[in-house]
């Protein structure tokens, strides 16, 4: 007996927090690809802007150099020309690049911090910032109509003989873009040993090339490339990062500087392998910026992150702006108020002086920079100088848990939870009242205040099959104890 397979549908592709991404082979497809890429396009061409090109730009994942080639020959096919990566980069390359060139948009093919079975399409915004809302709606609106569709598009070849494509390496001129705000040569002046783990990803070997040279000694692990990322996600937390703070726990380094997948996030830890949890390094680097460099712009930071920064707004009157999760809202809202920086809860950290978008690898030289600076002052070791900044900044005990769902079951399960806790929110959390509830502006979450300054949030990812349980607490027991009622609220449901 024979059975017939039903021709499949058209994969539903919908923008999350920063792009799309999806399992390779399933839903990310060299189609799916060209559907996304032909919305691109085509907002370039109602915006009359073919001549000013589209970069494209790509990590390390499974065939991700042949999906960006793919992307590619659908601008090509538009007379869109196209400034392509020679080699696997960073993902905020793609952002300098576009910026360098005014070009219309850029493309990167990459699902960032995701499990090794993903990848993902991001888009880049003419100022160099992720793709906002009114882009993405844009492109949502045209990548809805395509599913089926014949999409033209040009040989690659074909279009490189015709001179449509510029190959570019971004290193020569990204140091120099960066060493219009940074001291590089201090830096590499400076005698201490630091460890770095690019997690296999596209940062590897950007970090010891730019401080080659000079004094400081720089040790980099996991530098080759595997699209299997050694069996972990390639997001720079524990336990993904416990290796390097095993080696850093041996003693002999001083720093370790940490990256994601795509090296726009940034992660540390001290000399003793302690993790410097995320949203520590959003209150460092606005530290840093504030009380090292002398600046009072406002500070941009998702809803996720860190209290901290009101904190720390107020010692040094700064404003401080709170927005939706993602570099989305994020840059849009840095450009709109002329924000120094802009901070998100799962490492991504902008700047204003720089990009209005991540960058793990300028974040980490901050923070070097920022280190370097506090042992001049006599505040060193590096868990000195933490210790030193909390005293300043207040506590900060900060713990994220994903729920796992299955797929198939997710929307509802969302829907219902959704529902529950508009209705029935909790009155009280780890033995203390409530005392507000806020409900996210994006309408997929729950943000929950003590009265000790303690919170917890309970968001719907946009990207996994999965709820994420946020809270940072004045202490330890606090946290474990907001972290367990907000798994079982979810659970529950």
């Known amino acids: 007996m024979t059975t017939i397979s039903q021709v499949p549908q058209p994969t539903q592709i919908v923008f999350g927090t920063d792009g799309w991404r999806a399992r390779v082979g399933d839903e990310f497809t060299f189609e799916s690809v060209r559907r996304c890429a032909d919305g691109v396009a085509r907002y370039v061409v109602n915006r009359g802007e ?28 538009q007379d869109i020309p196209v400034a392509f990566a020679r080699h696997a ?70 279009a490189e003989a015709a001179g449509l494509i510029d190959w570019y390496d971004p290193y020569s001129g990204y ?13 590499k002046a400076a005698d201490v040993h630091v460890l770095v783990d690019p997690m296999y990803g596209a940062g590897a070997g950007w970090l010891p090339r730019l401080l080659a040279g000079g004094r400081i000694r720089v040790h980099e692990i996991h530098t080759e490339r595997n699209p ?40 540390a830890a001290d000399e003793r392998g302690t993790f410097i949890h995320q949203l520590e390094v959003t209150g460092l680097l606005m530290y840093y ?32 702006y709170e927005t939706s999760v993602g570099f989305k809202y994020i840059g849009p809202k840095m450009i709109e108020t002329g924000a120094m920086m802009g901070a998100e809860e799962s490492g991504g950290y902008g700047f204003g002086m720089h990009l209005p978008e991540r960058d793990g690898i300028y974040a980490d030289l901050l923070l070097l920079d920022l280190f370097l600076r506090e042992k001049a002052a006599g505040r060193a070791p590096v868990s000195s100088a933490i210790a030193a900044f909390h005293e300043l900044a207040g506590p900060s005990y900060y713990r994220r848990i994903d729920v796992h769902v299955d797929q198939n079951l997710y929307p509802a399960i969302k829907d219902r939870l959704l529902a529950e806790l508009r209705a029935n929110a909790p009155q009280d959390l780890a033995g203390q009242p409530v005392a507000r509830t806020d409900a996210l502006t994006t309408n997929d979450g729950f ?13 719907f990812s946009g990207t996994e099959p999965l709820v994420r349980v946020y809270t940072e607490a004045v202490s330890a027991d606090v946290r474990d104890a907001m972290v367990k009622a907000g798994e079982a609220l979810v659970r529950a449901a």
Do not use: C
Not at 62 to 76: D, G, K, P, R
Not at 236 to 257: M, Q, S, T, W
Not at 451 to 459: A, C, F, T, V, Y
């Open 50 to 77: 073919q001549a000013k090109g589209v970069v494209i730009a790509y990590d390390r994942r499974f065939a991700s150099e042949h999906f960006a080639a793919t992307a590619a020959e659908v601008l090509l096919a």
């Open 89 to 158: 980069v960073p993902t905020q390359m793609s952002s300098y690049e576009v910026v360098e060139r005014s070009a219309a948009a850029g493309i990167v093919i990459t699902a960032s911090h995701n499990p090794w079975t993903d990848n993902g399409f991001k888009v880049k915004a003419p100022t160099g910032s992720a793709a906002g809302p009114e882009i993405l709606a844009v492109l949502e609106a045209t990548i809805a109509t395509n599913g089926g569709m014949a999409i033209e598009r040009r040989p690659f070849a074909d």
């Open 175 to 187: 140091e120099q873009y960066v060493r219009r705000t940074v001291d590089i040569d201090a830096l």
């Open 228 to 267: 299997y990322f050694g069996g972990i996600n390639p997001e720079p937390i524990r336990p993904n990062v416990d290796e390097a703070l095993g080696i850093l726990a041996k003693g002999g380094y001083d720093l370790g500087l940490l990256l994601d997948g795509d090296a726009d996030r940034a992660g």
């Open 289 to 320: 910026l504030a009380e090292h460099r002398g600046w009072r712009d406002p500070v941009v930071e998702s809803v996720n992150n860190t209290a901290m920064a009101l904190r720390l707004g107020k010692h040094y009157d700064i404003p401080v």
């Open 447 to 459: 943000k929950f205040f003590t009265p000790d300054g303690s919170w917890m949030l309970i968001r």
